[in-house]
């Protein structure tokens, strides 16, 4: 039998990136893109958070698998990343698998620094109710590490 570490540190699964968001200013519409500069220490360039070094929030992530359940939460028909806020829209892996983790998505480097918990804006967006349906379902926030661009479809794995 394995142990809970051994467990822990196999992690063959790999994602993909699936969308990409840059967030200008705080309540400022999103800009959808195809591909994006992440700087290290920095963020995702564009994006309000890589203003300035040092953050814990330099990128967020969310798992594509979690909007359908989102959604249900609230009693939408959908729930699109735009919504959410985040920057990154992954799938195929499981983000909180990445705790303690360096990954890669595509060339770049990032650390996994925390859970991305929701904020009250959610009760706005998604309606009532809106904050209880992204707990646990938030996705996770990152450090940049290594600078680089990710591209859509890029390849996101744990190293």
Request: overall charge positive; aromatic content about 4%.
């Amino acid at each position: 039998m394995k142990e809970i570490k051994q467990l822990i540190d196999t992690m063959p699964q790999h994602g993909r990136l699936d969308w990409i968001g840059l967030r200008p200013a705080r309540r400022a519409a999103i800009n959808i893109v195809n591909e994006a500069e992440l700087i290290a220490d920095y963020g995702i360039k564009g994006d309000r958070s890589a203003e300035k070094a040092g953050g814990k929030r330099q990128v967020t992530l969310i798992q594509a698998e979690h909007l359908p359940v989102i959604a249900a939460c609230v009693g939408l028909d959908g729930v699109t990343p735009q919504m959410l806020r985040r920057n990154l829209l992954v799938s195929g892996i499981n983000l909180l698998a990445l705790k303690d983790r360096t990954f890669c998505i595509g060339e770049t480097l990032l650390e996994y620094s925390g859970l991305c918990s929701p904020c009250s804006y959610m009760e706005e967006v998604l309606g009532a109710g809106g904050y209880n349906a992204m707990r646990g379902h938030g996705g996770i926030t990152a450090r940049v590490v290594r600078d680089g661009t990710i591209t859509l479809g890029d390849r996101v794995h744990s190293i």
